[in-house]
């Protein structure tokens, strides 16, 4: 498969743990306290659980937490994306989509040197050094979850796809449409230089 780009994914601190009943992207869970909760199943379950069971495992885990929940609002999108944007420019990434959620991220990143393990803790180290600075979270506060997902896309049509979806994804949850400076138009790379001859 040739990767064109990357869809990112990750989340807030405690919004999405190890052993979340919904399946997470962990193998283990290290904290004692919240291993006692349930087990770890890889990957996102095939059969949801009802929102109910989510909740009642949050309200167990929560407490147990070493660090209160942080759930972004929205004025403090402008933070994280103006975090973003200065991630951007510094490693030379090209932005296709970006959705900042109160609990988690999306974004469409092209490829690059870097691999998308090492773009996701880019964003997070400068990000949450902005936003701890900026908000006074607890010294050592992690602000996200360590690590997160990294969908390949191997063609036009999947990236433009998946800009369709994360551009959709806050109006989902009630949140107003975004629309942020460091992200670009895709222009059918890497194959826009071949249309651009044909025409």
């Known amino acids: 498969m040739s990767v064109i780009a990357h869809h990112l994914v ?3 601190y405690g919004t999405w743990l190890g052993n979340d009943p919904r399946g997470s992207g962990s193998q ?16 996102r379950k095939r059969v949801q659980p009802p929102r109910s069971t989510v909740r009642e495992f949050y309200a167990e885990a929560t407490p147990r937490l070493q660090f209160p929940i942080v759930r972004f609002e929205l004025h403090q999108f402008d933070t994280i994306a103006e975090s973003f944007a200065e991630t951007i420019k510094r490693h030379g990434y090209t932005c296709y989509a970006c959705a900042i959620m109160p609990d988690h991220v999306h974004l469409v990143i092209r490829k690059h040197r870097d691999h998308g393990e090492a773009m996701i803790e880019h964003f997070q180290h400068e990000s949450r050094l902005r936003f701890s600075s ?34 959709g994804n806050p109006e989902k949850e009630g949140l107003p449409r975004q629309r942020w400076p460091f992200v670009v138009a895709y222009d059918g790379w890497p194959y826009h230089k071949k249309l651009n001859r044909k025409r």
């Not at 290290?30 to 890889?42: D, F, I, Q, S």
């Open 28 to 43: 283990s869970v290290y904290m004692p306290a919240l291993a006692e909760l349930g087990t770890v199943h890889h990957g």
């Open 10 to 12: 990750w989340t807030v």
């Open 134 to 167: 900026e908000f006074a979270l607890p010294d050592g506060h992690p602000v996200w979850t360590k690590g997160g997902w990294d969908k390949f896309l191997d063609s036009p049509d999947a990236v433009r796809r998946r800009i369709r979806y994360v551009e």
